[in-house]
RNA sequence: GCGGGCGUAGCGUAGUGGUUAACGCGUCUGGUUGUGGCCCAGAAGAUCGCGGGUUCGAACCCCGCCGCUCGCCCCA
């Protein structure tokens, strides 16, 4: 209905039914951080739109053609946040986070914005869980923030597959090695899709892992980045492989995992549902950035990341069938009939919330009967009753809604002034 | 950005050119004075996604747009 007013296309409005889902994820990532020693940092849902042009890399997909810039009143020139990663490196910048004891390990969720058309699991508007370790170039780290994630879906009973572990080694072997990635292809030009033609130009990674027909006769024959790693990029991954298996996160090699953002080194990784059949199916996925808090006009300085969709996440989680805990039902739902009760009403719901007792009040005006129904709708334990009878006596009835439905009389002024007879009746 | 499918009350569906668009769930109100869950009855709720066209007549046929969805691109 174009007339009446709708969520902007690929955005989406998470109903109550919903927010369980969105608890248990919470919950689960307070957890794994805990564990693992991350705090928790936030940064603005907006950013200097420079900042992605020069972090996440201006040709990238996501800053090129994806990112939501917009101008200020003021002339600034500002973009949405379309990734996780500029955001914190600049915080870590700005707040000299290079003076705490190194590497600092920070955790947040956030939401990214990207135009893009949207699909089942792809939305303009998503959340990330976001890790970054920064200050380290440990290998063991490269393994923990893999771990971390890996946990984290563990524990909300998501079904993964094998996390897919790649290097890309860093920037000099990298652009050594797609030179002769591109001097293979360069004389099948003309045969390749058209798809892949523009790969060979602005992303020659890409070429590998093309689905049309045409590009399969030549990825076979290509040369792979993995096999043939500079000497400190393979030792680096065997150690990763290795504090992988120790820590029984199962994995594999894929020669053909790339990733979409220009600041990457070494380690990439990525973690797919298993038998995931969609194409939006990419629970998480990071690596090693080097690179980039330098390129921000900061010292030197490794770290190593991941970003995850949560709306993905979830959606697995219901495909699994996950159980997850609704919110509890009130203790209480407090029906009333008496003519001008509002204020006995009042007074008595707000003595038993002031002890610690969840009170849903009925709908002034409804009949006993209705308000009887809405009561049980609301999963209360008991009902709490001052009709006109009984507010005229002072009392109020109690009612056991689970049990037998035993109904039994306490003065109003007790009940307000000490709620454990209450909570013990009837 | 490219190609395919879909769009009927809050939700799930029926109706595929001809009288006041149907059913289930849900919501609300009742089933004798103030008592829930089950049951029964009634009511409210739909400009048939929006706009235009064809026709005596369109939810139904045609075109455009919007949205969802699947694949590609890309990504979480």
Request: proline share 6%; hydrophobic share 40%.
């Amino acid at each position: 209905m174009s007339a009446r007013f709708q969520a902007p296309r690929g955005t989406q409005d998470v109903l109550p039914d919903m927010q369980p889902y969105w608890a248990a994820v919470d919950h689960a990532i307070l957890e794994v951080a805990r564990l693992f020693g991350y705090r928790r940092i936030d940064t603005p849902q907006f950013e200097a739109a420079s900042l992605f042009v020069k972090g996440s890399g201006d040709t990238t997909d996501i800053v090129e053609k994806e990112m939501y810039v917009f101008e200020d009143r003021g002339g600034d020139k500002l973009a949405l946040t379309p990734e996780g990663t500029p955001g914190i490196a600049r915080a870590y910048l700005e707040h000299g986070m290079a003076s705490w004891p190194q590497p600092v390990r920070l955790y947040t969720t956030h939401q990214m914005f990207r135009y893009d058309r949207p699909q089942k699991g792809r939305y303009r508007q998503h959340t990330q869980f976001d890790c970054e370790v920064i200050g380290s170039s440990d290998a063991l780290v490269d393994a923990e923030v893999i771990q971390l994630l890996y946990r984290t879906l563990e524990l909300l009973g998501v079904n993964t597959g094998l996390v897919h572990l790649g290097s890309i080694d860093d920037l000099g072997p990298r652009r050594a090695y797609v030179e002769r990635l591109k001097d293979y292809y360069r004389p099948h030009l003309e045969k390749l899709s058209e798809d892949s033609q523009r790969r060979f130009e602005r992303n020659p990674l890409r070429l590998l892992d093309s689905k049309d027909e045409r590009d399969q006769p030549y990825k076979e024959g290509a040369p792979k980045l993995v096999d043939q790693l500079s000497p400190e990029a393979e030792a680096h991954m065997d150690v990763v492989r290795e504090a992988l298996e120790a820590a029984n996160v199962p994995h594999v090699v894929d020669p053909l995992l790339v990733r979409g953002l220009d600041y990457y080194n070494r380690t990439v990784f990525e973690i797919v549902p298993v038998d995931d059949e969609r194409a939006q199916g990419t629970l998480g996925g990071g690596g090693r950035y080097d690179g980039l808090i330098e390129l921000l006009g900061g010292p030197p300085t490794p770290a190593m990341g991941f970003g995850s969709g949560i709306e993905r996440i979830i959606l697995e989680m219901q495909k699994n069938e996950v159980a997850v805990a609704g919110p509890a039902p009130p203790d209480v739902f407090l029906i009333h009939r008496a003519e001008g009760a509002a204020a006995v009403v009042t007074r008595v719901a707000g003595a038993l919330r002031a002890q610690g007792v969840a009170v849903v009040v009925g709908e002034t005006g409804r009949s006993m009967k209705s308000q009887f129904r809405s009561a049980d709708a609301s999963g209360a334990r008991l009902a709490v009753i001052l009709g006109e009878d009984e507010v005229a006596r002072g009392v109020a009835l109690v009612k056991d809604l689970r049990a037998g439905g035993e109904q039994r009389e306490m003065p109003i002024e007790d009940m307000a002034a000490d709620a454990t007879a209450l909570r013990a009746a009837p």
